[in-house]
Nanobody, 123 residues
């Protein structure tokens, strides 16, 4: 059972980046997949979430209107598309899976975590 996150990198402010999170070893049918981010010395912050069963999504206010999360059923993969990136979006991003129908904004319920991918936005 594994989540593999990728797609981070260095971009300039205003540019876009697409991350990905691929699940292997288990089906996502009854899971929600969330993205969190964490800056050094700070708590892990919930960013967005998608319910695999129906594709419903939710977003933190800090990214609403800029980030869009989608899924590819055939690839067992979730893609957060991040547009209009800001320097304050510079942190490590993690994907996580929770066997639930509800997107918790707390990191505690999530059972599986990807390894994290660094996004750096220069001003």
């Amino acid at each position: 059972v594994q989540l593999q996150a990728s797609g981070g990198g260095l971009v300039q402010a205003g540019e876009s980046l697409r991350l990905s999170c691929t699940a292997s070893g288990f089906s996502l049918d009854y899971y929600v997949i969330a993205w969190f981010r964490q800056a050094p010395g700070k708590e892990r912050e919930w960013v967005s979430c998608i319910r695999w069963s129906d594709g419903s999504t939710s977003y933190a206010d800090s990214v609403k209107g800029r980030f869009t999360i989608s899924r590819d059923n055939a690839k067992n993969t979730v893609y957060p598309q991040m547009n209009s990136l800001k320097p304050e979006d510079t942190v490590v991003y993690y994907c996580a899976a929770d066997y639930s129908a509800d997107c918790s904004r707390s990191y505690i319920p999530y059972d599986y975590w990807g390894q994290g991918t660094l996004v750096t936005v220069s001003s």
